[in-house]
């Protein structure tokens, strides 16, 4: 009988890393991202690019990765390991979404969480919110 096991891994280094990274680097270099992405997204030819430097905005931040699912299977012939992709909204709907929505709480969202992060005690909270910020903008999923 065959079983299956899901389990979500992330490449991130530790934790203390994280902070000094952010201390150091991130929240400027974080602010400079986010204000180039959004100078992209004021452009219909630019907006691809600025999507995708918001989608890495938790890697540059806090050095984030994105999880990954990965499926073990276990059979009497060993086990068999893949990762799986969730399936994405589709690009139209996304995009109306982006339009209508994206733009502005996406915007209200970063803005939140930069000031979190402002706070010794908010820190953990604002790098999770950043950690959203690629599925608030387009509905990407992760």
């Given amino acids: 009988m065959d079983r299956n096991f899901v389990i ?17 680097i991130g929240w400027w270099l974080g602010l400079l991202w986010i204000a180039v992405a959004w100078l992209f997204m004021v452009t219909i030819v630019g907006a691809p690019l ?9 890697r540059v931040i806090s050095l984030r990765d994105e999880p990954r699912r990965v499926v073990v299977t276990a059979s009497a012939g060993g086990l068999i390991r893949r990762e799986v992709f969730p399936p994405e909204i589709n690009l139209l709907v ?13 915007a209200l969202w970063m803005t939140v969480a930069y000031l979190l992060c ?3 005690i908010g820190i953990p909270l ?17």
């Fill in 8 to 24: 979500d891994t992330r490449r991130n280094p530790g934790c203390l890393l994280q902070l000094l990274w952010f201390l150091v």
């Fill in 118 to 120: 402002a706070t010794i």
């Fill in 50 to 58: 600025g999507v995708m430097m918001l989608d890495k905005l938790p």
């Fill in 94 to 106: 996304r995009a109306v979404y982006f339009v209508l929505v994206g733009w502005w709480l996406s």
């Fill in 126 to 142: 604002g790098f999770w919110m950043f950690d959203r910020v690629p599925t608030l903008v387009s509905l990407k999923r992760s």
